[in-house]
Each structure stands twice: as structure tokens, then as C-alpha cells.
């Protein structure tokens, strides 16, 4: 008999001889192993030990792990299935898409600005400088360049797009210290990067000059930027208020009616080329809506 416990939830998983697995589940979600297993045979002592290499080498421990795939239980070897997708992406890079990351972010960003008593733009311009601007960018522009070839219809898209970080560089070049772009001038450096076709072309234009601003009070906050900046915010924010803390919108009967009014103007917004986007028009959405509610903002 064998046993392992679920860091998350200390359950307890016993293994017997081939007899299969004894526990009393939590309610919840388990991280012992990924929801793909298979308890087919698949395979042979060479297919466990790649599979061990493979998690291992994106940092996974696997002593303990080692042992029991090692151990004469078909149950325990065979864990982890010869196809299995999440090893499979981990094995070609390292890179799983986590939306749900973006999302808390970008929300606990809005609340922030939505509760500075000086109103929306005014707290941005007092938290966020032009350092910090070209840095999330590059952030972003490095996801977006993974999400490419690997999820082309990630809902991201729509908000940094390449239009948009390509004006927003563009603009921030005026900004950073001439020094650093050795031999080539600002006007050189922006027509390069105006001139790429593609996320990967514009990261690798953008890493190959180093951007340094020396004047850390520096406060220009690029035009397209802060539009960009409104519409992930106010869209997410929007959906996380109305799913999970009961915000019903003005005119709309419940939560179903509401997140149908926020995808309608959504694909109103994003009819439109990027150049022409108004996204201010969802913050009013948000903004108009929270100041008609009484809505109290907890994050």
C-alpha cells in the first residue's frame, strides 16, 4: 500500500495492489495529478523515466515521484499517459496559457483606479509612469507573441494589438535616452518598428535596443496605451463584477442580460480597426454602472 497527499487539500490518495485508488475527496479541485490520466498500459520503464526527464526539467520535483512510477504498481506507473497534452506542451517549451492570470491582474489594476476619488485618469497618471508603460508592454508583447501560433484566437488579441503596441513603441522611443540606440537615430528606430509585420518581428526589433528612461518622474502615458489599457480593465472588470459579486447593469433583469449587454457592446468596439476602437466607451459601461448601483468595490 502506497499513499500521497494532495499539497492543496492534505487528502490522502492509498494505493493498492491493482485494486485501485481508496480516498475521501474534498469537494474541489485536486493538483495530485492532471485530469487526462489513464490507467491504460502505456508503456514501458523507458516511456516512465522521459516522462520524469520531462517534468523535471521545468523545475517539477520528482523525487518523491520517482519512486512510486519506479514501483511494481501498474497503477502508479502509469500515471501519466503517453499523449498527454500538458506534458507534451511543457516538453516543447514550457509555455501554458493562463488567462486567468491577466485577468486578476488587470481587475485588481481597475479597482485600484476606479476608487482613487480623482477619477479614473487622473489615478492613472499618479500610478504609472513611462518606464512602467514600456515595461507591461514588453510583457505583453512577449504573450502575445507566444499566443500567435499557440492560441490565435485568445480573446487578448483584442485589446493590445499590433497596431496598437507598434504606435505605442513608436511613441515611447521619444521618450528613452538616444544613447542607448548606439548608432541609430529615433527617427531610424521608429520606422523600423512602425514597418513590422508580425508580434515576433516587433520583439525582436524592440530587443535588440535598449530602452533606458533616466528621469524616473517621467509621466507621458501614450495615447493608445491608455485606450488599451480602458478596455482590457474596464472588460474584465465588468465580467468579474457581474459573475461574481452580483452587479446587474442598468436596464437588464439579471446576470445573464448583463453579460449579454457587455458582449454586445464588446463586438460593437471590435467591429471597428484598432485605430478607430473607443474603449473609453465600456469604462463609462463600468464607471456609469457602479456610480447607478451604489456599488461598493471590494477586491
Known amino acids: 500500500m502506497s499513499e500521497i497527499r494532495c499539497p492543496v487539500c492534505q487528502t490522502s490518495?492509498?494505493?493498492?495492489?491493482?485494486?485501485?485508488?481508496t480516498t475521501q475527496l474534498r469537494e474541489g479541485i485536486h493538483y495530485?495529478?492532471?485530469e487526462t490520466i489513464r490507467n491504460e498500459n502505456h508503456g514501458s520503464s523507458h516511456c516512465v523515466t522521459s516522462r520524469?526527464?520531462?517534468?523535471?526539467s521545468v523545475g517539477v520535483n520528482i523525487d518523491a515521484l520517482q519512486g512510486l512510477?519506479?514501483?511494481n504498481n501498474s497503477i502508479i506507473v502509469n500515471l501519466f499517459k503517453e499523449d498527454d497534452p500538458i506534458i507534451a506542451e511543457l516538453s516543447k517549451g514550457g509555455f501554458i496559457h493562463n488567462p486567468e492570470?491577466?485577468?486578476?491582474?488587470?481587475?485588481?489594476?481597475?479597482?485600484?483606479?476606479?476608487?482613487?476619488?480623482?477619477?479614473?485618469?487622473?489615478a492613472v497618471r499618479k500610478h504609472y509612469n513611462t518606464k512602467y508603460v514600456f515595461k507591461q508592454c514588453v510583457r505583453e508583447l512577449v504573450l502575445l507573441t507566444k499566443l500567435a501560433t499557440k492560441s490565435p484566437n485568445d480573446l487578448r488579441f483584442n485589446f493590445f494589438t499590433l497596431y496598437d503596441l507598434k504606435r505605442i513603441f513608436s511613441d515611447l522611443v521619444d521618450y528613452a535616452n538616444a544613447g542607448y540606440f548606439r548608432s541609430t537615430t529615433k527617427e531610424e528606430l521608429k520606422?523600423?518598428?512602425?514597418?513590422?509585420?508580425?508580434?515576433?518581428n516587433l520583439l525582436d526589433v524592440i530587443r535588440s535596443y535598449r530602452f533606458k528612461f533616466t528621469n524616473k518622474t517621467t509621466n507621458h502615458l501614450p495615447r493608445e496605451w491608455l485606450n488599451c489599457f480602458k478596455g482590457a480593465g474596464a472588460y474584465y472588470t465588468l465580467q468579474n463584477i457581474i459573475r461574481t459579486h452580483g452587479l446587474i447593469l442598468p436596464d437588464c433583469s439579471d446576470m445573464?442580460?448583463?453579460?449579454?449587454l457587455v458582449e454586445k457592446w464588446f463586438k460593437a468596439i471590435t467591429d471597428y480597426e484598432p485605430c478607430q476602437r473607443r474603449w473609453d466607451i465600456m469604462l463609462s459601461i463600468l464607471t456609469n454602472a457602479i456610480k447607478q448601483k451604489n456599488f461598493e468595490l471590494q477586491y
Open 191 to 200: 520606422d523600423k518598428i512602425m514597418r513590422t509585420s508580425s508580434f515576433a
Open 256 to 260: 445573464d442580460e448583463s453579460l449579454k
Open 101 to 122: 492570470l491577466f485577468r486578476r491582474w488587470i481587475c485588481a489594476q481597475t479597482f485600484r483606479l476606479l476608487k482613487d476619488p480623482a477619477g479614473w485618469t487622473a
Open 52 to 56: 520524469l526527464e520531462t517534468l523535471k
Open 69 to 71: 512510477m519506479q514501483a
Open 13 to 21: 490518495f492509498s494505493f493498492s495492489d491493482g485494486t485501485g485508488i
Open 32 to 34: 495530485l495529478i492532471p
